[in-house]
T-cell receptor, first 116, second 116 residues
Framework: AQTVTQSQPEMSVQEAETVTLSCTYD???????LFWYKQPPSRQMILVIR??????QNATENRFSVNFQKAAKSFSLKISDSQLGDAAMYFC?????????????FGTGTRLLVSP | EPEVTQTPSHQVTQMGQEVILRCVPI?????FYWYRQILGQKVEFLVS????????KSEIFDDQFSVERPDGSNFTLKIRSTKLEDSAMYFC??????????????FGPGTRLLVL
């Protein structure tokens, strides 16, 4: 079974600075998808960024980018120019490329604190 | 922008009572999911639903749980006889399956269920 590990329960960053959240996963599959979701205090899960395993290029979405290291099974999220609104729980998630297995497997999350 | 909606936002019930949690997925989406998050823990997959049948379910999704898409727009999760340990945030999610964004699951705001 696939597992997702987020080893940082909490991270802190100052406004305008850059922070990197770590995620590692374990799988024997070669085709899969990885996601970062943000959960603000309102608790709604919001997609931040997605990476397809077959793509070598790292995904970027504005201030958010990933460092996808397939051989190392690592998928870190970099937030540049941090803003107060970035404060939230961030969950890393894995989804098999096998169409019969659609569930997302989540890590335990990293709480990001942003200070002025 | 289309979004997944869920009702109610909060539900308090007595142990042993039946509850129905409702979700309206994004209108052109074909795949539907329920997840739950016990307070302070990670998000866990419950069930996925496609073409009017369950495509995958977790060990959590036992005979006390059922899902239904009664009218082509709503997607419901029923818990027949609630237990204290069912207290959690329940998230509905949907996925298109037919566009470029085929792999992303979009989450609703959640229903917070409290069983007393």
């Amino acid at each position: 079974a696939q597992t997702v590990t987020q080893s940082q329960p909490e991270m802190s960053v100052q406004e305008a600075e850059t922070v990197t959240l770590s995620c590692t996963y374990d799988t024997s599959e070669s085709d899969y998808y990885l996601f970062w979701y943000k959960q603000p205090p309102s608790r709604q899960m919001i997609l931040v960024i997605r990476q397809e395993a077959y793509k070598q290029q790292n995904a970027t979405e504005n201030r958010f980018s990933v460092n996808f290291q397939k051989a190392a099974k690592s998928f870190s999220l970099k937030i540049s120019d941090s803003q107060l609104g970035d404060a939230a729980m961030y969950f890393c998630a894995y989804r098999s490329g096998n169409t019969g297995f659609q569930k997302l497997v989540f890590g335990t999350g990293t709480r990001l604190l942003v200070s002025p | 922008e289309p979004e997944v909606t869920q009702t109610p936002s909060h539900q308090v019930t007595q142990m042993g009572q039946e509850v129905i949690l409702r979700c309206v997925p994004i209108s052109n989406h074909l795949y539907f999911y329920w997840y739950r998050q016990i307070l302070g823990q990670k998000v866990e997959f419950l069930v996925s639903f496609y073409n009017n049948e369950i495509s995958e379910k977790s060990e959590i999704f036992d005979d006390q749980f059922s899902v239904e898409r009664p009218d082509g727009s709503n997607f419901t999760l029923k818990i027949r006889s609630t237990k204290l340990e069912d207290s959690a945030m329940y998230f509905c999610a949907s996925r298109t399956g037919v566009t470029m964004d085929v792999e992303t699951q979009y989450f609703g705001p959640g229903t917070r269920l409290l069983v007393l």
